[in-house]
């Protein structure tokens, strides 16, 4: 009979040590994972027009947007200022002080009360139009330029902040209403008619609501669904005949 073969040595410490430096070698080799690319819902949860983009951007391009929204340095007629409990908003224009027909003068002025040339939408806030654009999936992104971009964020403390069902104004504002997620997670509630839908909106998640979506469904936010803070980016752009040129604002949020 043949003699049994001896049983390897298990590998020494010293030898699983080199093993594992050397698996972390290939690893840095290879560089960070690729960041996930951006999904496209639409119609998403049954309503018509609304259009959600998960990892629409990565927490990188997150962060920058948001710490370029508080340095304070693009606000349009002062910084941060409190709505309501629990929520707060900084404009970077065009400002857009009346939303009532029959009270007063109406438009999205460029021009603040007193008298400064706003420049031009932020950079994070032009980004947040061409990538919409690059898409390629939402048809109304085709009249959305960075003149016409109302835009400002909205920031929802855990628990409070939040807002109830409504229509962004029809009237005076184009198809496409953007909100993009920088921070937090949020709830998005849909309703019509007795019907409610929720979408879910991690950090990095856009919607943007179009068609019936923009026209027949409410949307809400209630507070339950922030539970650390939650910061977004809005645009909201203005139709041209009602983008003010010409004249200061009428008041300032200063």
Known sequence: RPAKRPKPAPPSPSCNAQLAQLRRERETRRGPPPPPQPEVIQDAEGVRGLVV????????????????????????????RGRDRGRSSMHFGPLVPNFQRKNGDIGAWTTDSRGRQKPGPPPFVRDLIRDAKALRAIPAMASVTD??????????????????PHFDHRWMFQEAILSLSLEGEGLLRMHLDGRVREITLARGTLFVMTGDARHEW???????????????LIVRPVKRGYLKKKGRAPFSYE
């Open 53 to 80: 983009v998960k990892n629409f951007w990565g927490r990188a391009q997150c962060v920058t947007a948001l710490a370029a929204i508080d340095s304070g340095a693009h606000a349009f007629e002062g910084g941060w």
């Open 147 to 164: 003149d016409t971009a109302c835009s400002f964020v909205q920031r929802y403390e855990p628990g409070q902040g939040g807002l109830k």
């Open 218 to 232: 409410m949307h809400e936010l209630p507070p339950s669904g922030v539970a650390a803070r939650r910061t977004a």
